[in-house]
């Protein structure tokens, strides 16, 4: 009666099978005993043995398995990236951070680990404008460019100058008119890599860009509250001028756009008069920064050390997503300037 382990004829199972609801796979009680069935396209129904229902098992929890693994292995050089990533990718997209929530994107150098997650990705995301000094190096190991995303190549860049020389300013995240053009950018990234989910990745990055929106309001109902003449924000290093540009903020950063710089004692001594002479209430740290220059000038101008700000990606547990990041850095700067 067996082949394969398979009871071979609609015939057969019809001999045994009580009449009832159909059998999809499944099992049907006869007497005492559950056994495993299928219903075939026509209706009928199939018996399985319960030798081959035991080999069958472990078959059908792998394709199922397989089934709800994500679609694309994402590496990302950002947090700002990362966050992204998750929101407009979905359960289509597994991202594997290689710089964390805490490190200093400015000094970071890839570990052979890292390298080994770039080159087994199908994507890369960066933020680009020379934040990642360290890419032309993963790009060789990956065998080439194609697979890396640059998330800021369509925003317009501010521009600062840095040991005499103008360069891109790379923060541009700070401005949220620029990330709906990194999630736009993204959106159209994921659909071109995995196709058949593109109409799912166009639905997510629709509900980031109105929630987006909505943070934009906030921001500016927030900033509003602050006049504009106390709108003058000491920073550790040069990293909010997209921030300040949207809402009219005037900076004065303590170092420039890498926090490796260390200040000059002049520039510190002009800093302490300008603090003084516009009479700036609160002074603010960043959470990868060494305090000791914001702290010295605080002491020497009677001006507050403000809350932490979160400048070069997100934080461990504030701030750990990007809309967290600009409500806590909006409201540490103008409850601190009021």
């Given at each position: 009666m067996e082949r394969y382990g398979l009871i071979k004829t609609a015939r057969a199972?019809?001999?045994?099978?009580?009449?009832?609801?159909?059998?999809?796979?499944?099992?049907?009680?006869?007497?005492?005993?559950?056994?495993?069935?299928?219903?075939?396209?026509?209706?009928?129904?199939?018996?399985?043995?319960?030798?081959?229902?035991?080999?069958?098992?472990?078959?059908?929890?792998?394709?199922?398995?397989?089934?709800?693994?994500?679609?694309?292995?994402?590496?990302?050089?950002?947090?700002i990236a990362t966050d992204l990533a998750r929101n407009v990718g979905g359960d289509h997209v597994r991202v594997k951070p290689i710089?964390?929530?805490?490190?200093n994107p400015h000094d970071f150098e890839p570990t052979p680990g890292d390298v080994k997650k770039v080159v087994?990705?199908?994507?890369?995301?960066?933020?680009?404008?020379?934040?990642?000094?360290?890419?032309t190096k993963l790009e060789d190991a990956a065998g080439g460019a194609s697979k890396f995303v640059d998330l800021g190549r369509d925003i317009p860049s501010l521009t600062m100058t840095e040991d005499g020389k103008k360069v891109e300013d790379p923060h541009w995240?700070?401005?949220?008119?620029?990330m709906k053009r990194a999630t736009r950018i993204l959106a159209d990234s994921f659909a071109k890599a995995?196709?058949?989910?593109?109409?799912?990745?166009?639905?997510?990055?629709?509900?980031?860009?109105?929630?987006?929106?909505?943070?934009?309001?906030?921001?500016?109902?927030?900033?509003?509250?602050?006049?504009?003449?106390?709108?003058?924000?000491?920073?550790?290093?040069?990293?909010?001028?997209?921030?300040?540009?949207?809402?009219?903020?005037?900076?004065?950063?303590?170092?420039?756009?890498?926090?490796?710089?260390e200040p000059s004692s002049r520039h510190v001594r002009e800093l302490v008069g300008l603090?003084?002479?516009?009479?700036?209430?609160?002074?603010?740290?960043?959470?990868?920064?060494?305090?000791?220059?914001?702290r010295q000038i605080s002491?020497?101008?009677g001006a507050l050390s403000g809350a932490t700000l979160y400048a070069d990606g997100l934080g461990e547990t504030k701030a750990d997503t990007y809309d967290a990041m600009m409500r806590h850095n909006v409201k540490a700067i103008v409850d601190g300037l009021k």
């Open positions: 199972s019809q001999s045994i099978l009580p009449t009832g609801s159909p059998c999809t796979y499944g099992h049907r009680s006869h007497g005492h005993i559950a056994i495993p069935c299928f219903q075939t396209a026509s209706g009928s129904e199939i018996m399985i043995s319960m030798k081959f229902a035991t080999y069958l098992a472990p078959v059908l929890i792998v394709m199922s398995t397989a089934s709800l693994r994500a679609d694309l292995s994402v590496a990302s050089l950002s947090t710089i964390r929530a805490g490190m087994d990705a199908d994507l890369v995301l960066f933020t680009g404008k020379g934040i990642e000094g360290y890419l995240w700070h401005s949220v008119e620029n995995d196709p058949g989910h593109a109409a799912d990745y166009a639905r997510n990055s629709g509900i980031y860009l109105e929630s987006l929106n909505e943070l934009e309001r906030w921001i500016r109902v927030k900033v509003a509250e602050l006049p504009r003449n106390k709108r003058k924000l000491v920073t550790s290093h040069d990293a909010l001028q997209y921030l300040a540009r949207d809402y009219g903020f005037t900076i004065y950063p303590v170092k420039g756009v890498s926090t490796g710089e603090i003084r002479s516009e009479g700036v209430k609160s002074l603010f740290l960043e959470n990868i920064e060494n305090p000791r220059a914001i002491e020497e101008t």
